[in-house]
Structure formats: C-alpha cells, structure tokens
C-alpha cells in the first residue's frame, strides 16, 4: 500500500485555518449582535476548531493510502467512517492532475480518476509529487486501455 506525502498535512492544515478562521469570525460577529459576551468566544471557537483540526488531519493523514492492483485500483480512506474504494480498471473513463495553489505551493498534486457509473463515483488521490502523479496517471491510463481491450475481446 502506498502512503501520501506527508506535505498533504500542510494542504489539509491550510483548509482546517481557513474554515476555522471563517467560523470564528461568523460566532464573533454573532455573538457582537446577540449575546455581547465578547470577543473572547471568537477566539475560544477558533482555538477549539483548530485544536479539533489538527487531530482531524493527524488521522487523516494515517489512514489515507492505496494501491495500483492488477485489475484495480484500491483506496483506504476516513477518520470518522473508514472507506474502502474498488476501482476496476474497466470502469475508468479518464484521469486528470490536479494542482491547487496550495498544492502548487508545497510542491504536490491529486489524481482524479473518473469513473463510469453515478454521479460522485469519481475518485481523488491527494497529496502526490508531480512526478509521481503523473507516473501514476500515465500507468491508469496504459491500464485502463488494456483492461478495455480485454473486456472488448470477450
């Protein structure tokens, strides 16, 4: 099984401060307008939700991993409620690489592997180098022409 970076922590991070950030000041402002408590219950929200944040991301980052199978792709993924992905190479419609500017910024990129089948079947590998997100794009894109002319012969 095959690990993200440990640089995703910082993407993550980034995402958990901002949502933090805006929370606090959405209680601040609240709080200014109803209770009048103070400022104090901003910073309290923010500090728990960072606290809660980091721990989210710490285990997040543990549990996340996959694998490039024979026939498939294998995902392990949540903190909360554990997931785990089958992805038949036959299903594959197309794989493209992402790169936010926060990803861009620590040097990393996601894979996102459409899928033939419902809305939401797409899945998002996180937290790769360029080079290795597009190696692993270019090797789900060779398997999933092979497994197609596979299933095409049958």
């Known amino acids: ?28 402002v609240a709080d200014r307008f109803t209770l009048g408590v ?7 929200v923010a500090l728990l939700g960072l606290l809660v944040g980091v721990v989210y991301v710490a285990l997040k980052y543990r549990v996340w991993q996959f694998e490039v199978r024979e026939d ?4 392990e ?9 089958v992805v038949p190479f036959v299903r594959v419609q197309h794989v493209d690489t992402q790169r936010g500017p926060v990803e861009r910024a620590v040097g990393l990129a996601s894979i996102v592997v459409y899928t033939a089948g419902s809305r ?6 996180p937290g790769l180098t360029p080079e ?9 894109r ?3 022409t092979e497994s197609e002319d596979e299933y095409d012969a049958v």
């Open 132 to 140: 290795r997100a597009d190696d692993l794009q270019e090797q789900l």
């Open 120 to 125: 939401g079947a797409d899945v998002t590998i």
């Open 142 to 144: 060779r398997l999933a």
């Open 72 to 75: 498939e792709l294998y995902l």
């Open 77 to 85: 993924r949540g903190v909360l409620t554990r997931v785990n992905t």
């Open 1 to 28: 099984m095959e690990t993200l970076h440990p640089r995703v922590r910082l993407v993550w991070g980034v995402g958990t401060l901002v949502t933090v950030t805006i929370l606090a000041v959405v209680v601040a």
């Open 38 to 44: 103070g400022l104090w219950v901003g910073l309290a």
